[in-house]
């Protein structure tokens, strides 16, 4: 996963993501500011994630030129409005990624309870799955665990 935290121009998005062509790069998250720049990079095949838009641009326009919806918790509203954006993107047919803004402990900690409450995916919280396709959630006296690798 690569992310430009939405400071690229549509020239140089274009420029790295032929410079990355033959890596395996999942998505490109926030390339450039504005989402309807998104269509100048579709020729290349590579999935581009809505992150600050998924804040600053509606719902539909999210959904129209997105491929990803990354959701922080803690910026959207908390956990049930997470919860309930990334169903919404999920029915539109985004991949849906749950991350934390490097906030704080409880921030980390929410944000994998609810990517573990949604339950469908690969999230960006810092977990790698084991063998089993599971992430262990920490703190807990039985941790919960949240299912990887879904379609959604």
């Given amino acids: 996963r690569l992310d ?24 490109l998250e ?25 804040l600053s641009e509606p719902l539909s326009e999210v959904c129209a030129y997105a491929d990803v919806a990354v959701v922080k918790p803690m910026y959207v509203g908390g956990p049930r409005r997470a919860i309930d954006l990334a ?4 029915d539109a047919g985004l991949k849906v990624c749950f991350t934390h803004a490097l906030e704080s402990a409880v921030g980390r900690q929410g944000a994998w309870h609810v990517a573990a409450a949604w339950g469908v995916g690969v999230h960006g919280v810092g977990q790698q799955p084991d063998d089993a396709g599971t992430v262990a959630l920490p703190g807990l006296e039985m941790p919960a665990v949240c299912r990887v690798g879904g379609t959604s």
């Fill in 4 to 27: 430009a935290n939405a400071r690229y121009t549509i020239d140089a998005a274009d420029t790295l993501l032929s410079g990355v062509r033959d890596l395996n790069v999942e998505w």
């Fill in 30 to 54: 926030q390339p450039v500011g504005r989402l309807r720049d998104f269509r100048a990079l579709r020729h290349h095949r590579v999935p581009l994630a809505a992150d600050e838009s998924v």
């Fill in 87 to 90: 169903d919404r993107f999920g």
